[in-house]
Each structure stands twice: as structure tokens, then as C-alpha cells.
């Protein structure tokens, strides 16, 4: 099943330059050179690190079709032997003029799945809803360390999207973000960030499944991005983070022989009932059209 | 780029009307440089609110430009709105003996604020909310001075291009001597807005319809015909000039942040 001993994982938390996609495809090669050096069997890039995220209007300018973009072919090439994840701006040539928030999952030359960010976040500070489309799905692919799932920051947050995509069998689940962060009062980084770790370490142990954070740093138009990005281990054991507000390059080496183990010693996965929520929610939704 | 006048006229004095009174105002104070924009503005502003109701500050520097003070003077006539004229020289004047430059921008750039200085004074001595004058044009491709000219309470005029105002100018039957000259900021004698920009206002108000309004890439704009170097320069105006059309950025730092969320409308409470 497996075709890595360990896995070695990098999480790129870099800052993209908004709305400029030469200066984030610079960073992007520049990035990948060194999670190379760093012998990465998978580097992990944040949400819309090819574009930057408060981009308002500028979204169609930075839009692309993973099918048909060029830079989308040199990524292909570029992860022949460097699985990678990267955030863009989607717009395929069948859905002109309909933009998504998406992240793409390349590994052996060619792009292995496509997830467009379902809940858009679009409230306060945010407003996501205005100027792209959400998603509707939360699918599971076969990455070649086992069956994965990809999440979009805000997607993470909710209960869920983490279990479809438990539901559907993934054994790694890799979240990209660009999550501002808010609050001084805490003792270290934003307070907000807390969030985010609250939900990695319950979801590696709840669905024993790997998860990777990555998050971006950086500031647009006085947001303040705060990192912290981390890797959980499928036993709920924190095995590495970034530091917040500051770009790194974050190492982490995964053992794919503890999902195993997290699975005998915790049977959620086998003693799940789909069927059961599937069930409920239709009973729920029926009430809810009474 | 052809607006309904009577529409338009209607809608906006009604916006300067509506605005006024949920802020408890009657009044209204404008800079009135013998211009088309403060012109129409001004104009507007008579008729929503009463002749009596506006105030029109005739701000010039020293003896320069007397035509166009006489054209503010004849369009104040017209309406039968009151006036006041103040020279700003000594005080413009005063600062620059103390902070010499030799920059023609700078100086214009101060007369600006100057006149801000004074409308903003204005409108706390007679109540009054300033009305702005900058057009759409001067908007998008920040030709203003910001914290000068840019300033203001409402701004009637700030989704019409140059060339629209000017329809509106025909419809209203603004004196002709006013319809008729060359646009200019005023900042230095001679200076047209044309000739410093490159571009009349026809061409540029046609490009900017195109890009703006009907979100044309460069593409669609060179298969119109439209040059190259024309379109760049125009977009180039528009992105260096952000700046100028938002509030400073504010670093957010706790849960609720002026800008990002804590945001109510305008109106709030009126």
C-alpha cells in the first residue's frame, strides 16, 4: 500500500505577493528547490499561494485552468518525484466566467485531484462569498502514500468536512490556508490560532488520520497571516510546527505504519456507521422541509 | 457613455437632499473654482436644497486666474447662491517663505489643501456639509490632490465621467462660458488637464468605460482601435492610484478592527 519507509514532508509557509503570479511562480521554484534539498516526498503550499488571497477584483486577472495553464504543465513535470500541493484561482474553460478557490494535488506528473473550497467564509473581516463560487464536494484521491483528502482553510473549521473525507477512507488529510490571525491576549502568536490546533489534534485522533495545516504569514491590506502551520500525527501527537507570523520552510517526517497503528488501538474508522448519518441527515433535512 | 440628464439630476438631488438631512443639515459649502464639476455640483445642490441653502467659497490664489473667478462669480449669479471669496495667497505664501520649494506640483498640491482647510472651516461656522467635486475620471486615474481637492462630506459627482458631467452641464444650461474652456486643475496658469494627462477626456472617458465599467481586458480594448500606449498609461493611473480611494490601511491586531470588521453603513443611525 505504502511506497515510502517515512514520508518526509515540507509545509511551505511562505507569503504571496497579491495578485502578482510571476513573483509567486518565482517563489514557488525557488520553495521547491529547497524542499528538494531537504529530500520532501510531498511539499505542501498554502491557500492561493499562486496568487495571494485578498484578491477583490482582481480574481479573473489571476485565474487559471489547471488543464491548460502552462505553469500547470511545468508543475506536472515538477512533481515527477516531488508530490506537491498548491493553492490557485480556478477557472476551466467549460465554466467561463465562474471562479473557484482551489487547492491542486500533483504527484508523478500529473494533477491526482482537484478540491474547490466548499464553505466560504463570508462575514466580518471576509469576503469570500462576493467574489468566487464554492465547491460542493469533499472527495478522496489515492496519493501515492495512501488515499488523502484536501481541505481549504475555513473547510477545516467545520465538523463536517473532516469526516466525509474520513468517511470516504482518507488516511492523510492536507489543509491549506491563508487564516488571518486576530487576538493579542494569548501568551504566544494570535489568539485565533488556537482554533486551528484545537481542530488538527481532535481530528488526527478522532479520524487517526494524518493532518497536515498549512498555513501562510505575510500581510495584505493590514491583514496579518499568522503561520503556526503543524503536522499531527494519526495518534493526535503533534510532530512538528512553524512559528507564528514568520516564513518558514516546516520538515516533518510522517511514519505511514501509525495509521495503522492508531486504527488498532482506536477503532473509529472500523466501528464508523455511514449509513447511520446517512440516514440521520436525511430524517433532519425531512423535518426541515416540514 | 450617453446618460439620462433628467434622471441623473433627479437621483442626485435627491442623494444630496436624503444625505443632508439624515445628518441634521440643511446647508451645503462647495468650492467654487469657475470650473465645469463644482459648476454642476453647484448647480445640483441649488436645486435639491434652495439657492439660499448654498454657499459657494470662491478660493483664489492671489490675482491669478481672474477669468476663472469671474466665471465662478457669474455661475454663482445664475443660481443665486451666496458667495464668499478668500484669497489664499498670504497663507500659501507664508509656509512656502518658510519651506521653499521649487516644485510646481507641491505648491499646487498645498493650494489644495489650503482650500480644504478653509471649506472644512466653513462648515463647521455655517453648518454646512461640503459637497465634493471629483468626478469618476479624476477617481479612477487619481488626478486630485488627496486631503485637497479629493475631501469632502458626499460627493454628488463621484460616478459620472468628466464627459457625463458635461451632458449634465448641457441639460442643467450651465452659463457657456464655463461649458466651453478647457478643463483644468488650477495648479499652476496655463495648466490644462489635457495636456498634462496626454489624453482628452473623449479618449480617456471611452477607455475607461471600456475597462471599467464594461470590465474589457487590453485585448478587447486594442481590437477597438484604441492604442497601446493609451490603454497602458490609463491602467497604469488606475492601479497606482488606490491609495487615493480607500482609508489607510489599519494593521489588524485584535477581534474586531476599524475597516475589517467593525463595519456599519454610512447612514448609520439616520
Known sequence: ?290 | MKINGPFAVRILTEFIRGELSKFGFRKSVLGLSGGLDSSVCAALAARALGPKNVLGLLLPYGESFDADRDDAGAVAAWLGIRTKTIDIAPMVDAYFERCPTQSRVQRGNKMARERMSILYDFSAREHALILGTSNKTELLIGYGTIHGDMACAINPLGDLYKTQVRQLADYLEVPEGVRLKRPTAGLWAGQTDEDELGLTYAELDEILLHLVDERESREELLARGFEAKKIDRVAALIRNSEFKRQLPPIAKLSSRTVGHDFLYPYDWDK
Open chain 1, 1 to 290: 500500500m505504502c511506497y515510502f519507509d517515512f514520508m518526509n514532508i515540507a509545509l511551505a509557509q511562505i507569503a504571496p505577493h497579491l495578485g502578482n503570479l510571476k513573483k509567486n511562480w518565482d517563489l514557488h521554484l525557488e520553495t521547491i528547490a529547497k524542499a528538494r534539498k531537504a529530500k520532501a516526498d510531498l511539499l505542501v503550499f498554502p491557500e492561493l499561494s499562486l496568487t495571494g488571497y485578498k484578491l477583490r477584483d482582481l480574481v479573473e486577472s489571476v485565474a487559471q485552468d489547471a488543464d491548460r495553464a502552462p505553469r500547470f504543465k511545468e508543475l506536472k513535470a515538477l512533481s515527477r518525484d516531488l508530490a506537491l500541493v498548491v493553492g490557485f484561482i480556478e477557472e476551466r474553460g467549460n465554466e467561463k466566467g465562474i471562479f473557484f478557490n482551489s487547492a491542486a494535488f500533483l504527484a508523478k506528473g500529473r494533477i491526482l485531484h482537484i478540491h474547490r473550497k466548499v464553505f466560504l467564509p463570508t462575514f466580518g473581516m471576509f469576503e469570500e462569498g462576493r467574489f468566487w463560487a464554492a465547491g460542493n464536494h469533499f472527495g478522496t484521491f489515492n496519493a501515492p502514500f495512501g488515499p488523502a483528502g484536501l481541505m481549504i482553510c475555513r473547510d477545516f473549521l467545520h465538523l463536517n468536512a473532516g469526516y466525509l473525507l474520513f468517511a470516504g477512507g482518507a488516511e492523510t488529510m492536507i489543509t491549506i490556508s491563508a487564516a488571518p490571525g486576530r487576538g493579542l491576549a494569548g501568551e504566544k502568536g494570535f489568539g485565533s490560532s488556537r482554533m486551528w490546533e484545537l481542530m488538527g489534534e481532535s481530528l488526527s485522533f478522532f479520524t487517526t488520520s494524518a493532518q497536515i495545516y498549512c498555513n501562510r504569514v505575510g500581510m495584505e491590506d493590514g491583514m496579518a497571516f499568522a503561520g503556526g502551520s503543524f503536522v499531527f500525527s494519526p495518534r493526535g501527537k503533534l510532530l512538528a510546527q512553524a512559528p507564528y507570523f514568520e516564513e518558514a520552510l516546516l520538515l516533518a517526517e510522517l511514519d505511514p505504519a501509525d495509521v495503522r497503528k492508531a486504527r488498532k488501538t482506536w477503532p473509529w474508522k472500523r466501528d464508523d456507521k455511514p449509513e447511520v448519518t446517512l440516514t440521520s441527515l436525511q430524517r433532519t433535512l425531512l423535518r426541515h422541509e416540514d
